[in-house]
Each structure stands twice: as C-alpha cells, then as structure tokens.
C-alpha cells in the first residue's frame, strides 16, 4: 500500500507533463513535425481592449490564433483526419472528395460528371449556351485576325478524370436538366471548324489498353501520358501551319518510385493524413523522351495559356529543344518566362496586344470542369485588344472607374477611404471585368454576326518591330543610333525605326557611319542653340529654367536645343 502514492505522483508528472507539451512546444519549438499541405491564412495575434472584450471579438479572435498556433497542432491534425478517413471515410478537405475503393477525385471533377457544376456559374442552361455561342464566335474571331499577322490560335482540353473513371466515383444522381460544358464546346469547335483537341475522349478510348491508370488513383493530374498529348498538340500545330516541327520519341518503359512533383497523389497530400493510403506508388510508367529534328524542322515561340496540367507536360518533354521559345500564364494570372520558365510577372504587368503577336502560337487550354467558366475572359480581351487601341480601352476604363467611385457598396468592399493614393489602380481590375464580361456593350461593334473589319493600328507597328528584332545587325545599329541621338531610349529609337519602315521612309539601318552621324547631330545642336540666342523671349525662358534648376544658362539652353533637334529626328522631320 506504501507504494501507491509513488504511483500516483508518477502518473500526476506525467500527465502535467503531457498537458503542458503543446505549451512548450508552442513557446520553444523543440519539434519540427511535418508541415500540413494547402493553404493557410495566418491569424494575427489579438491585441486586448475591453471594447473588444466586452463584445467577445477578443475572445474569437484569442481562440483562433491559440488553435493555429498550438504546440504538435500537425501532427494532432492528422490523426484526427486519419481516424476520420479510416472509419467515415470522411474528410474536411473542401478540395478533395472520396470515391470508391480509395480513389480521389476534385469535388468539381466529381459535379461536373453529374451535370452539377454548370449552374454554379450560370444561372440557366440558356445563359449558359448564350455566353458559350459568344466566347466561340470570340474565339474564331481572334484566330482569323491573329492568323491575319502569322499566329496560329488553338484550343487543347485536357482529359477529365471522372470522365475517365466514373466506376470509382462516389454514389449520386445526375442533373439531366443540364448539360456537359465541354461536350458543348468540342461541338461549337466542330461546328465553326476551329482547331481544338478534345483529350477525354481519346484517353476513354485508350484507358483499357493500358495497364496504369491514365490519371492516379489518388492525383488529380496526368503523369506521363502527358507526353502522348503533347505529340498530338505539336501533330496539330504542324498540319495548320503547314510546317514540321521537332517530333518526340519515346523509348521504352521503365518503372521507377520516383516522385514527379507528388502528381500521383497530389490530392492525397490535401487529406493531411498520418499514414500514407494503399495503393500503388511508382507503378506509373516512365519513358526516356528526346526530341528529334532535322533541316526541315522549325522551331516555333509558344505561349501556353491555361492551368496546372502544363506542368505535367512540360516535366516530361523537353520543351527547350522542341521550340525556340516557351512562355506560359497560369491562369491568365501569372506569367512563366525564360529559359527554364523561373522567371515570373503579373499577367497585369505585360502589354496583351503585344504578347499575343509576339508568338508563332497561341495554346489556350483547360480541363473539362473547368471550361464552365468558359474562357474566364481571356476570348474577350484577346478580340478587344486586337480590335480596338489603347486610347479607346482606357478611355472607356476611366469612365468605368469615376462609375465605380460613386457606388457606395464598391468603396465599402476596399475599406479604406477614397482618398487613399492607390484608390483608383484598386478599381482598375473590377473595371476592366466589367468591360470585358460586357464587351458587346462597351463596343458595339462586337455585336454583329460578321468578322469586324477594325483592328487595331498598333498591329502593324508592333509587327515592325518584331520584324527588326529577328535582325541581331539590324538591332546592333540601332543600338549605335541611341549612342548618337542624345537623351533618347532604346525603345524610341526602335520605335522610329519602325515608322521608317512601315512609311517606307529611309531606315536609320542604312544610315552613314556613326561618326558622321554623331557630327550632323552636333551640328544641328549647334545652328539650333545659335538661332535661340538671337531670340529673347527665347532666352529669358531659358534663363528661368536654368535659375530654377541651378545650371548654367549655356547648359540649359544646349539641353533645349538638344531635346528639339532629337523630337524633330524622331518624328522625321529631319533626316539624318
């Protein structure tokens, strides 16, 4: 009997001790546990008051922030979520549902098979048909003025994984009262013989003559068949340009349980569990890829536009030797440039018009889900900008703006004042929504059911210059001029270039020496400057500029004669 207490204060020490680990851990961080998968949003840690006390905000916000920043928060997490997974078959994933037999599929993936997922982005069938009928006739609208000026628009859909394994997909009703988003564009495609390949049914077709699943059982994505598409894509691209491009080769099959970015189980990372699931890791072929090509062979730039099946694609086959450039907008979002596509900017940051003719081709792409949305936009302002210029987009943008500073609603939803600096550039990207969703409106000239005949001047200028730029010796001299004309950019003189050919008026390419050059332009400095002392109501602005800014009134009157000599070169009237 003495020897209980022993017991008992043994097991009170261990028990305090296991009270107060999360507390420690949460303090020192003893442990590093795994980190859970997905997004978080930080918690900010409350500051007190008794205003937000004695209304209980305090206390809401107190709870939220101990909850995420509690000592083993992770790995508690996961046992729980294991616990949930092996008796419910249940998660709290929102990204993720449970089919049968372990498979794991996207909830919207799984709506979209039971004709669900249409109506949560259109309020009818009918609408649904209206806003389609109009993104195709977009579509068809911007190829035909993009092949106009030597770039190929198409459209590749990517293969749907509840399409393709439907027998493991959870129990439910089908909506019949819809219909299939992507069905109906592979039709429209069809019907106005626009370019597109339709990637789930062909991988229906194939899926029983192979022995791995086209998709993983517990991925969202394709692994290597990716490859297979891409050959079909390049097929494609070839046959409408009427060209041969490098072609891949795939040799023979190895299997490996090497991972490629966690693509087979990328949604079983999202369950957050303590134990990995059954099922077959590494089963997933692996093929060395090469690419093959010859004298005949060209390489074309390429600008992917779409989601994250790319990167599948882009792991897999050697996009460098293929084509001579690759850039891809991940969601018309944001931009993956450069050698090996580590270079990043806004989509928002780049000139539209510009990128769009900067490409042999244009690849938009989605998954069947997800072209509910329709073209999320991307037909719109492609048709606009190559319609219209930019005056007339932004004047239209700023109306919209001085609109939306006037609704009430819209300044509450930014909480912050409207005098706030950057007020205006925070309404730019509503605004633009806006115009683009209701371009019909905005340019009336969309409206019709014939090809408008406007483009946008821009075009050709834009064309010039990426003309010149193919010209490396071209460029080098152009490169010379800017050291001649004083107080000019690269892009000035680039730009004057362009004018000169497009006038056809006599190329700063073709000009004499840089030495006499560099000495005409001194000269026409010099007359200038001379010409400007004789004039005093000249000379007294002058004087006041150079007062005001603190040089010397020769100083200030050479930069002026140098400025008027450079505005008069680059608008041509003076030809050096």
């Keep these: 009997m003495g020897k209980k207490p022993k017991y008992d204060l043994v097991l009170f020490i261990l028990l305090m001790a296991l009270g107060f680990m999360p507390m420690l851990q949460g303090w020192l961080h003893l442990f590093h546990p795994k980190p859970l998968n997905g997004v978080m949003v930080a918690t900010e840690k409350p500051k007190f008051d008794f205003d937000r006390y004695r209304s209980g905000a305090y206390a809401k916000q107190a709870e939220a922030y101990t909850s995420q920043h509690i000592g083993f928060r992770e790995p508690i997490i996961r046992l729980y979520n294991q616990y949930l997974w092996d008796f419910y078959h249940k998660t709290y994933a929102k990204d993720v549902v449970g089919g049968k037999q372990g498979w794991l599929y996207y909830p919207q993936s799984v709506r979209d098979y039971y004709g669900q997922e249409l109506l949560r982005w259109h309020s009818s069938t009918d609408e649904a048909k209206e806003k389609f009928d109009q993104e195709v006739k977009y579509l068809n609208w911007a190829r035909n003025i993009l092949r106009e000026n030597g770039v190929e628009l198409l459209v590749f859909m990517a293969p749907e994984k509840s399409f393709l394994y439907p027998e493991f997909l959870p129990d439910g009703k089908k909506d019949t009262t819809t219909f299939n988003a992507s069905d109906y564009f592979a039709q429209r495609f069809e019907e106005t013989g626009f370019p597109h390949i339709e990637m789930t049914r062909w991988f229906q077709k194939i899926k029983d003559t192979v022995d791995y699943p086209l998709i993983p059982q517990a991925g969202a994505h394709w692994i290597f068949p990716s490859v297979y598409a891409v050959d079909s894509l390049s097929r494609l691209m070839g046959e409408l340009k009427g060209i041969h491009l490098p072609k891949i080769k795939i040799g023979e099959a190895y299997h490996t349980r090497d991972r490629d970015h966690d693509y087979d189980n990328d949604l079983e990372l999202l369950l957050n569990l303590a134990f990995p699931m059954k099922h077959q890791y590494g089963y997933y072929p692996r093929h060395k890829v090469s690419i093959e090509h010859d004298s005949t062979c060209v390489k074309p730039k390429v600008l992917f536009i779409g989601n994250s099946y790319f990167w599948s694609m882009n792991n897999f086959v ?67 900008n190559l319609c219209f210029n930019e005056k007339e987009i932004a004047e239209k943008r700023v109306r919209l703006i001085d609109s939306l500073m006037c609704d009430s609603a819209t300044i509450a939803s930014f909480g912050t004042p409207i005098t706030d600096s950057n007020y205006r550039q925070k309404l730019w990207p509503i605004a633009d929504q806006i115009m683009y969703s209701h371009s019909e409106r905005y ?70 020496e840089p030495e006499a050059k560099r000495d005409k332009v001194e000269q026409l400095i010099a007359d200038l400057m001379e010409q400007m002392r004789n004039n005093p109501i000249t000379m007294q602005q002058i004087q006041e500029k150079a007062e005001k800014k603190g040089v010397s009134l020769e100083k200030q009157l050479r930069a002026d004669a140098g400025w008027i000599v450079n505005y008069r070169i680059q608008h041509g009237k003076i030809q050096l």
Aim: aromatic share 12%; proline share 4%.
């Design 318 to 384: 050697p996009f460098q030797e293929m084509f001579e450039t690759t850039e891809f907008w991940f969601y018309a979002s944001t931009a993956y440039y450069g050698k090996d596509l580590d270079q990043t900017v806004s989509v928002t940051k780049l000139n539209l018009l510009e990128k769009l003719l900067d490409f042999d081709y244009i690849v938009w792409f989605t998954t069947g889900n997800q072209i509910n949305k329709g073209t999320e936009g991307f037909a719109e302002r492609a048709l606009v």
């Design 443 to 512: 340019f009336p000239t969309l409206c019709s059911d014939t090809l408008p005949k406007i483009r946008n001047p821009r075009i050709i200028e834009i064309l010039a210059i990426n003309e010149i730029k193919k010209d490396s010796v071209w460029m080098w001299n152009l490169e010379t001029c800017q050291t001649i004309i004083q107080n000019t950019s690269f892009e000035q003189v680039l730009l004057m270039e362009a004018h000169n050919l497009i006038e056809g008026k006599p190329l700063l390419r073709d000009m004499p």
